[in-house]
């Protein structure tokens, strides 16, 4: 098994960018959802890329520097030229939950690289970094600067520095340089690299606005890639800037079929999600006529009222999908009152109601909404790996599951992880089948 790449995701939707990217660019990918066993390796013997998707965005630094050692050890034994610890396009994390600084450090102790390139910009997501600044795209569908983004706002990670490198001083000591994209429009973007790294950087962040830079940066590190295994800590900005590289180096397929699932009722949404984003698409669809379930949080995870309260959602949701209505269940619209980082336990509740429905109806085609909480609730599933099925829009792919078991009502179901940020207003019906 010759494998290209493997990637590490701080949260599932993330990992499904991923997953996207590499394998509707003609790439096998297999998304594993623990460290794979051989038994596992060898269901996909077709595979040339690995991922392993995880929730260490929502963990603390020490969680990291407890289990991200023995997942970089399962990574290293493919000797794939890329490792890939995939972030959110927007940064978010912080000194206490998800560094990414932290992860750098852990990923430098594992592989020994010659320094660690940070590719964030990701403009099919339309996220764009400038001289080191992060922009991205809001539900208003205007560029903001990250820390005048709603981003800003997030209640556990709240991104309040535009500045990747300032951003990033507050998690690691490590030295980091900047390929800016001056130096990307230049003739020789390796010399602006190699200044970067005799000055003592150990990673190097590199603009990405267009094609144009992006083309640049996949060349320029699939050249450092093939001289000694990269591993970098990145958006899935690497992942399409070494797409193109591949292309360039005629390494991939020169037509991938795509064919859009037919449409599929009833369809089943389950959200963790608080962004404004989120909050368009559920309104939209309820005013579409879904069957909408409100889900409070401190009620569902109270040890006085779980109990009862998970059973009373699931039956008003089995009540409903069973009446053929396409049916969300949700724990906010938009921003709560009181933010509280409950999206571990949380996750985990919706993932055990997500299992009871499946098992309990003939739903097929499951969407989750929300960044953590989705990682901790597909855990739940007991499913093993995801692949995937077809492109929906930017980010948020159609995957089919994976189960031990193939009589499981868990086994090849389908579904999308859709980060807080993701998706039209009407992607709920995108993903139903109902608008192309």
């Not at 590190?221 to 001289?227: E, G, K, R, S, T």
């Amino acid at each position: 098994m010759s494998i290209l790449y493997t990637f590490y995701g701080d949260d599932f939707t993330g990992s499904t960018d991923v997953l996207e990217q590499l394998a509707s660019n003609g790439v096998p990918t297999v998304l594993y959802l623990t460290p794979p066993t051989p038994a596992h390796l060898t269901a996909f013997p077709e595979a040339k890329a690995i991922g392993i998707a995880g929730d260490s965005r929502s963990r603390s630094p020490r969680w990291m520097s407890t289990h991200l050692p023995a997942i970089f050890a399962a990574l290293k034994t493919f000797n794939a030229p890329i490792v890939h610890y995939k972030v959110c396009s927007t940064f978010d994390s912080s000194p206490t939950h998800g560094s990414i600084g932290r992860a750098i450090e852990l990923g430098r102790e594992a592989f020994n690289p010659r320094f660690v390139p940070i590719v964030v910009g990701a403009p099919h997501l339309r996220r764009y970094v400038a001289f080191g600044n992060l922009f991205a795209a809001a539900s208003d569908g205007a560029i903001h600067r990250i820390d005048r983004h709603p981003m800003s706002h997030h209640p556990v990670t709240p991104m309040r520095e535009a500045d990747l490198r300032i951003h990033l001083k507050a998690q690691t000591a490590t030295p980091i340089g900047l390929v800016d994209l001056s130096a990307l429009q230049s003739e020789a973007p390796s010399t602006a690299l190699e200044t970067q790294l005799a000055a003592g950087s150990h990673a190097v962040l590199f603009d990405t606005v267009d094609t144009q830079t992006q083309v640049a940066v996949g060349e320029l590190l699939w050249q450092q890639a093939q001289q000694q295994t990269i591993f970098s800590a990145s958006s899935s900005g690497l992942t399409a800037a070494i797409i193109h590289a591949w292309r360039s180096a005629r390494l991939l397929p020169e037509s991938i079929p795509n064919e859009k699932p037919g449409n599929t009722a009833p369809l089943l949404v389950l959200s963790g999600s608080c962004s404004p984003v989120t909050e368009r698409q559920i309104r939209y669809a309820l005013a579409d006529g879904y069957h909408g379930i409100n889900l409070d949080p401190p009620t569902l995870l109270s040890p006085d009222t779980a109990a009862s309260a998970a059973t009373a959602a699931v039956q008003k949701a089995v009540t409903s999908l069973t009446s053929g209505r396409n049916t969300i269940l949700y724990t906010s619209l938009g921003p709560p009152d009181t933010p509280e980082a409950h999206g571990d336990s949380l996750g985990t509740a919706l993932g055990l109601l997500l299992k009871e429905i499946i098992t309990r109806t003939a739903v097929r085609r499951v969407l989750l909404c929300g960044g953590d909480t989705s990682s901790h609730a597909v855990q739940q599933l007991g499913l093993y790996a995801l692949t995937w099925l077809a492109d929906m829009q930017p980010g948020a792919p159609l995957c089919r599951t994976h189960a031990d078991d193939p009589q499981s009502h868990l086994h090849h179901l389908e579904l999308v992880l859709k980060g807080g940020q993701v998706g039209t207003e009407d992607f709920f019906d995108v993903v139903r089948g109902a608008t192309p």
